[in-house]
């Protein structure tokens, strides 16, 4: 039978089937992620200043923009949250490597502290969200602004329901040393959003 | 099916293709120019030329290969029931066949850049500028009066504040508007080169001269431009050439090419009837 | 619960209709996909139709400008993303798995949410029809800032796209799974079929190029709605910023939509030649190559733009000419010294050959960068476009429809009504569109809706129409072909073409399982082989 030589090759290759399918589909969100981040850069060597706040007067005289508006940011806050996202990706990591070594608890705490980490930066960027002197519209500075931490965002509102999917099933018992690929998916995810994170906050916060 | 239907089937399709290769070219060939048209500017004139390379470079290679595709077919038909020799393949043959699409991407290339190096030579701020504007769905043609590209330009005023063209101030300033009812017509000089300016207020649009071979995007935020030097005397037509909505298929106008007295006393024409109009109410 | 159903224990079969609802076999999504985007062909033809109608006389009124416009987007955006890119994944799915010997998809499951993406897609594209303002308008390129001031429409075709995105992105990467860990043993990479590696290369390109259209799709959708300024220079957008990302997608794109035409057309040729594919090596390193260049040359498409670095861009494009010159050779050198038939299949693998090199010759034309300021945007264009994606790929989908038609229904396409079909579509297609060349070349701009006779474009335009009536036509002995085929019974054996590849060691159609024993496999050709008993293999 074909099915007998098809798992035959299976067992041997390093990584399972849905590990290859998922990395595959994390090159795909890096390229989704890299079209975004290339239009901000194309944004940015096109126009005279960055941020542009010549533009932002302009459409202040036309009124499309708030005279209150402004076009800046504030590192501390998001520095803070940058830390705990990093943090949150050792705590993972952690647990990973506790059900590697048959530790159940040692996962379900090292996955319930990332979540937890996770939800804290969400709501941290939401908070800074709301002190911001800028809305989407006030120029293409603050377009790509919302677009790329609100796409990072909602990746790490998706990463961390992934976590708290492998955590109902780790609380029910279904992970073990051999069998926690779920877990490992997860893991890579929440990396995947971390650096994305690490790229933005350096593009945006530092760069700027 | 027996074996003489497919043979006759065999020649059917033989003949097919042999008559739709001898159409095509017979098309092609008897068609103007071979197709393009020769264009009316020096600039039309190169690219015209770097045209026919790239058509008798294609010519070559359609020839060459439909003609092996049919020998392959007539001559290697099905003829008994031995199997053929099973080639799998020869490194040399490949890397030869490798070589010759790369010799000819080469080639084209180098003519290419040549053309292109000469087509967009710095234009010169002396020469006369037409000020284009493309909007939604015509175009706005924008002469100055001290920009016409003559040694005696009109003399340069202060600029006018409350004036928003590309000229000075108002008074210098001839625009001719398109409606789609009342296609724009563009008056050049002959022998003489101008430069275009492209400006939109709204979408992309495409400024488009056929007998210019040449079309240049007119893009919001955009400043684009770009010098021909017109060889022919004429009326030529131009049309939006980027889809820019509902009646982007109105976006036409006519281009006049003007020996140079012709040019200046239409131009003072205009702007005596510019003239006449303001003062009356 | 006490109120679990337990199901009936034989004698049971559920309704048909819930069996291709709820399946997960790769070959019944196969048929989906190829009813589904064949359905969209036809669709898309009847606008074609309706484009020739309107442009077959000069100052037509047949139809006023704001239809013309969603008709000729609507017929773009059918053919590119409702037909031809679902209808390779349909090929693929089908063939793949029996090609390198396997039980099924590497992820069947999300196989059919891969499929099930695609019918809501293009009903939600349709639907624009429907609302205030008509259907998407802005050309299947939906240029920014246009598609920002078009109607709901533009919003529509925008989520029918994304989804479509979704649709291919995760079907690539299952393609892929599927190719690198589920061959049958003995199956080596460089034994797959030339169509798996052509999916393989197509698969790669899906994956990485149509994740940047979704983030484009994103931008625009955030312009548009939520007030963003990524194309609109009075935010300090940049206007040709959507060209740039939309064709870093779309210049691939154009190869996801050739590549497995060229994969069927090197399945077909040597089958009819009674010879192996010349040079599978170099045909698979030309396929790579061409698939690494794509990504290098999107933006000969903006040459006109005078934003982008035209040497580089132009170089690049004419280098795309080397591997597919490579191609053609290899098609010649396999052709070359066989045994050549000329059943409806090759038929239609020699229309490819011959159409598809002036589709080749007539893009380069655009890459020398002079040239194409004359022909950008005109009909020219419309013509390359045409004798690349309909002289090759349609080409090709009909050739891999009567070549494998035996295999998924266990039925022939009548012979007669194959040639015919092909005799018809050869001449409709060619009066068509190489007019096309000549209009475009005298001037004539793509996309207007109506044009006067100064020019005198009328005659060309109306033999174009004739010939795209007669494309219409060729239609009607195929589908008398098919309806024929459907009323005699399932006759044909497991390889009635004298075929090569996997697919034809099983039965006509292939049981659920796929095969009953897998024949060893030491080449390229494990079917040759076990007819003529000898290795032909590398």
Known sequence: ?208 | MPKSGKHRFARRAVILFSVALLALSAIATASAELGQPGGITDEARDMHGLYLFTLALGAVVFVLVETALIFCLIRFRKKGDSLPTQIHGSNLVEFIWTGIPVIIVIALFSYSFIVLRDVEHKENPADLTVSVTGFQFQWQFTYCQNDLGKETNAPVKARDDKYQGPCAAAADELSIVGTAKDEPTVVIPLDEPVEFTLKSNDVIHSFYVRDFLYKLDVIPGRDNKFTVTAREVGTFTGQCAELCGLNHALMRFKIEVKSRPDFDSWMAEKMAAKKTAARVP | MASIAIPKQGGYSRPAVLDWITTVDHKKLGILYLYTSLFFFAVGGVLALLVRTQLAVADNHFVDNHVYNQIFTMHASAMLFLFIIPIWAGFGNYLVPLQIGALDMAFPRINALSYWLFPPAGLIMFSGFLVNGGAAQAGWTAYSPLAKTLGTGMDLWIIAVAMLGVSSTIGAANFLVTMFRMRAPGMTMFRMPIFCWTMLVTSVLSLLATPVLASALVMIFIDRNFGGNFFDPNGGGNAVLWQNVFWFYSHPAVYIMILPGMGIVSEILPVFSRKPLFGYKAFIFATMGIGALGFSVWAHHMFTTGAVLKPWFGFMTGLIGVPTGVKMFNWLGTLWRGQITFEPPMLFALGFLSMFLIGGINGAFSAAVPVDFAIHDTYFVVAHIHYVLFGGSVFAVFGGLYYWFPKIWGRKLNERMGQLHFALMFIGFNLAFFPMHLLGLDGMPRRIATYNDYNNWQTLNMISTMGAFLIGVSMFPFIAAVVMAFLRPKDQPNDPWEANTLEWATTSPPPVHNFDEIPEIHSERPLFDLRHGTHSGH
């Open chain 1, 1 to 208: 039978m074909a099915a007998h030589g098809a798992t035959a090759t299976q067992h041997k290759e390093p990584l399972s089937n849905g590990m290859l399918g998922f990395i595959l589909f994390i090159a795909s969100e890096v390229m989704f992620f890299g079209g975004l981040f290339a239009a901000y850069f194309i944004a940015r060597a096109d126009s005279p200043q960055w941020p542009p706040k010549d533009v932002l007067e302009q459409m202040k005289v036309a009124g499309t923009a708030a005279q209150s508006a402004e076009l800046k940011l504030e590192v501390a806050l998001p520095l803070i949250a940058t830390c705990i996202l990093v943090l949150s990706s050792f705590t993972v990591q952690w647990a990973v490597m506790q059900i590697q070594k048959g530790n159940r608890t040692g996962l379900i705490w090292g996955l319930f502290i990332s979540i937890a980490l996770g939800l804290t930066f969400l709501t941290m960027q939401m908070y800074d969200y709301s002190q911001l002197p800028f809305s989407s519209g006030d120029t293409v500075w603050a377009t790509a602004f919302y677009t790329l931490t609100g796409f990072h965002g909602a990746h790490v509102a998706g990463g961390a329901i992934f976590m708290s999917v492998c955590l109902v099933r780790a609380m029910g018992g279904q992970f073990s040393a051999e069998h926690h690929e779920a877990v490992e998916a997860a893991s890579f995810y929440w990396h995947f959003v971390d650096v994305v994170w690490i790229a933005l906050f350096t593009t945006l916060y530092i760069v700027g």
